[in-house]
Every structure is written in C-alpha cells, then in structure tokens.
C-alpha cells in the first residue's frame, strides 16, 4: 500500500497543517515532563551536602539515644492524650448534635454558638485558655495537671468538629427507619439509641477515623501548656532532646512514630469509604 | 346507614379504627378535608384512589405518624388523637406496612423482628424468638433468619417487614402501598401473604393500587379523591357499579 497521510481533521476544517502530529505532540510534551524533574534530582544530588544531612537529620547514634522512651513514654502519651480527647469530644459532640436536632429552640441556639465558637478559635488559644486562664480566673485545677487540662482542651474543640459529623450522620439515615421504629411501639428516645444512631455511626466511621488523625497531631499543641517529662508527648520530648544535643535526628524519629500511627489509619480511612461508596 | 343509629349502643361492637371528621393540612395545603372512615373489628378495608388523593395521609393518621389537624380517631375506642394518650402503647397494637419496607438496615432479619418485642413489649429473648420464628415460618422467609435486609428482594423485605409486623401480635395492621415499590413479578407473594392474613381474620386497612386485590380480598373499598371519600361499597359493586362520577373516571383508568 502507498503510505498515504489521510487528510488530517484540521485540514478538513481549512486549519493550516501542523508540522508534528498529535501523538507526537504529547509525546514530547511527556519528555520535556520528565526531562524537567531530571534536571531537579541532578541539581539536588549535586549541591546537596550528604555528609551534613546525614549527620544532622538522620544520625543513627542521636536516634539510638532518643529509644526506647521515644515508644514507651512519648509515643504511648501521644496516643492517650488523642484517645481521652476522643473520648470527651465523641460523647459532648453526640449531645451537641442531639441538641442541634432539638425542637427546643434555645438548646438548638446553644450548640449552635458553642460550634461556632470552638471552631472559630485557633486550637491552641483553646489550649492555652483553658490550662491557664481558667486555673488563674477561677483557681479551679482541672485534674490530672497540664495534660487534663490540655487533653480537655483538644476535647472540647474536638467536640465542635463532630458534632456536625454526627449530625449529618443522623440526618443521613432515612426517615422511614424512625416511622418503622416508632409504628412498633418504641418510644423516640429509644428509636434514636436503638435504631438511629447505630446506623448514623456506621456512616461516619470514615470522617470520625479522619477526626482522629487530626487529633493526634494537635496533641503537639499541648507544648504551650509545658510538661513534666514524665507526660511528654512525642512532640515535646524530640524538639527537648533536639535542643539539647543540638541535632534534628529526634525530631525526624518523632515524625516517623507519627506516621506510624496516622498512616495506618489515612489508609482505613481509605479503604471503609471505599467499601461505603460500592455499598450504596 | 343501615346501622349504628338503629342499633341498641350495648351491641355495637367497638370498631378498630374510627375516624372523625378528619382534617389534615401540611401548611397552607389541605389535604385531607372532614374524612369519616371506620374499620370494624376483622374487616377488611380497601382505600384506592388517584395518586395525591390523601389516601396514604389518612392511614398515617391512622397511627398517628402525622399529626392530625383537627378531628378525632379512635382506636379501639380509645383516642390516639388525644394529647395524653399513651401513642406509644396503641402503636404496638397497630402494624404497620411502608411502601419502602423500612427494613433496620444495621440488623439482621431475626433481630428486626425481635428487637421491638424485647424493648416494647419487654418479651424475653427466647420468647420473642420463638414469635419470630413462627411468623417467618408463615411469612415463607424462615431461611433468610440470619441475612440482612441489603441481602433480600423487595418481595422477600416486605414479606420479613410484614412477619416483624405480626410479631407484635397486633389487633390490627395498617398497609401503605405494601407494593408499589415492587418489581412486578414480585408482587404476587406479598399477596399471598396479604390474603392469608384477611383469610385468618385479621382487621386490615389497605391502601393499594391493587384493584384485583381489593375485589378479591376486601369487604369493603373506599373511593377517596381531592382529600374526601367520594364513595364506599363492597368491592364488586363499587368496582363494577361505581356511582359517581369521579370513582368512574378513575376506574376507567386503572382497570
């Protein structure tokens, strides 16, 4: 057969012929994409200074030093300080949901201000409001010292974040499950427990999960408030072994062990939506 | 009417559902205008009529999940209408039958139909079990006992909706277009089961697109349109007589 070009599209449409076809076009489009990131790891790898890298972010001497506290005391705080905030922000966002689905109006009017008040607030003036202005104001101490305070602190701005999570969660489960419910006999109050908040829960396992992650790096925040080194969570004790021995290393081993905790859950996350969003 | 009036008070029975002078609106829009409906005890009642026609309101008035806007109905002689009057206890008399079968997605077929025995009626496990048990037996549903409800076919969630109703043993059932949400060759097995039901006796109120079913099974068909009842009969004469203009028009449309 004679290789014959066919009369291009644009040739048909009285448009000038290019000089590269389209298949060309992308393929050098795709090159000069990777000839670009090329450019950058050959520059990087030139000037970077290994040696300086090496030493001062992934020391292994500094790193041995910062175990095995680093697991046992930093990380174990980290995670008891985001399961208790977990605790007090789940079980006071449920009642501010229940509130916000009140027909009682000032009850809807209530958590409608505290919502708005603790999500408009950054969350470490929270912190630092509630571990020092109220023992000052009110010469109350919260218990447990710094950390009741500041786990209290994280739970209460927690609460705001997943009281609307749970109410969309309840608003999501169809009208028809509170009418079968009621049509039974069972009281409102037993329709919600029984019935509606179970299913409402199901629902949001994957933005409550997200709400966890969120939590466990805010427990950083709680630096403001200082710690005995007992309570220091895993924030707190690698900037400290940081500063003292002048090197970053307990810092990136710090960040590794939050990655350890929030990766496993990102991906949960991940794969619960996944199996919701095929369920539907 | 032939009855009633005629009749000595002492002897009439209590109807199971009484309705009177019913009005229900939903803001400005008045959908149900002064019904006066009634189920005596063991009747069967069909309630057909054009889609908007205030049929589904009126039965969920019945049990009281609309609240009605001014009128009175009696259950048994008691008024669920009334502001003290203990809804959640006449529910648990009432079954109740949706459209969309309204199923507990979080449980499985056995725990649907035990769940509101245990809570409402405070039956112990192995007693409400036993209930479950015999009306999935009756309903044909006993194998499906462990699935859950996104498992089953429409036919087979509202033949389990059905059995969770009757679990409750109560004095009446209510059905709202128990199949209207079926795929046609569905349809016959709620029916079915529907028709053994009426054959046992039970007080039902349906509300039905079904005109073989209401000639076949009901004693009685009420006509509703525009949020009034035009006409009432037994079924074949008001299927096949109609008298007012209205039943004729829309009986000529869906027969």
């Known amino acids: 057969m004679v290789d014959q070009p066919a009369m291009s599209s644009r040739e ?30 050959a520059g990087f790898l030139v000037v ?30 980290t995670v008891t300080y985001t399961l208790i905030a977990f605790a007090i922000g789940l079980l006071l966002g ?67 974040y997943m009281a609307e999570t749970i109410r969309a969660g309840i608003q999501a489960v169809p009208k028809g499950q509170v009418e079968a419910a009621r049509s039974l006999g069972m009281s409102q109050g037993r329709a919600m427990v029984s019935i509606v908040l179970p299913q409402a829960f199901r629902i949001i396992v994957p933005p409550l999960t997200n709400e966890v992650v969120l939590l466990i790096k805010d427990t950083s925040l709680l630096f403001i408030i200082g710690f005995q080194p007992v309570n220091k969570e895993l924030f707190v004790y690698g900037r400290d072994i940081s500063t003292d021995v002048f090197n970053a290393t307990p810092l990136i081993a710090a960040g590794l062990a939050y990655l350890a905790i929030t990766f496993p859950l990102t991906r949960l996350v991940a794969v619960l939506e996944r199996r919701q969003s095929r369920s539907r | ?107 499985t077929v056995m725990d649907n139909l035990i769940i509101a025995q245990r809570r409402v009626l405070k039956r112990t496990k192995k007693e409400a079990v036993e209930v479950a048990r015999r009306n999935l037996e009756k309903v044909g549903m006993i194998d499906k006992v462990d699935a859950y409800p996104a498992h089953l076919s429409g036919g087979q969630s509202q033949r389990v909706a059905m059995a969770r109703a009757l679990s409750m043993d109560p004095d009446m059932m209510l059905f709202d277009e128990p199949t209207s949400a079926l795929d046609p060759e569905l349809v016959g097995e709620v029916l079915q089961v529907m028709r053994t039901l009426a054959d046992e006796g039970m007080t039902m109120m349906v509300v039905t697109h079904e005109m073989g079913f209401a000639r076949e099974v009901a004693d009685r068909v009420v006509f509703m349109d525009d949020g009034v009842v035009v006409e009432e009969n037994n079924p074949l004469e008001l299927i096949n007589n109609p008298q007012h203009e209205r039943t004729q028009a829309f009986l000529s449309q869906v027969l």
Not at chain 1, 24 to 39: E, K, M
Not at chain 1, 102 to 114: A, D, F, K, Q, T
Not at chain 2, 15 to 29: E, M, N, R, W
Request: with cysteine; charged share 15%.
């Open chain 1, 94 to 160: 449920l009642l501010l949901a229940l509130m916000k689905l009140s027909p009682v109006g000032p009850y809807r009017w209530l958590s409608n201000i505290y919502i708005e008040f603790f999500r408009g607030l950054p969350a470490i003036l929270t912190i630092f409001l509630v571990g020092f202005g109220v023992p000052i104001a009110f010469g109350f101490r919260i218990p447990f010292g710094t950390p009741g305070a500041g786990t209290l602190a994280l739970g209460l701005v927690a609460a705001a």
């Open chain 2, 1 to 107: 009417m032939s009855n009633g009036a005629a009749m000595d008070e002492q002897t009439t029975p209590v109807a199971a559902i009484d309705v009177q002078k019913l009005h229900k609106s939903f803001g400005d829009l008045e959908v149900l205008k002064g019904i006066d409906f009634h189920v005596a005890s063991g009747e069967v009642v069909c309630v057909i009529g054009p889609s908007g026609s205030g049929k589904s309101t009126l039965l969920r008035c019945v049990n009281r999940l609309e609240e009605v806007t001014a009128g009175r109905i009696m259950i048994e002689g008691e008024d669920i209408t009334d502001a003290d009057a203990d809804v959640d206890l006449i529910r648990a008399r009432i079954g109740m039958v949706f459209q969309q079968f309204n199923l507990f997605g979080h449980l």
């Open chain 1, 48 to 77: 970077a200074d290994f040696a300086a890298i090496q030493q001062n972010f992934l020391n292994p001497q500094i790193a041995a030093q910062t175990m095995p506290e680093l697991v046992t005391r930093a990380m174990r705080n």
């Open chain 1, 12 to 41: 048909a449409a009285g448009l000038p012929a290019r000089r590269l076809s389209p298949s060309q076009r992308t393929r050098l489009f795709r090159g000069s994409l990777y000839a670009v990131l090329g450019l950058f790891v």
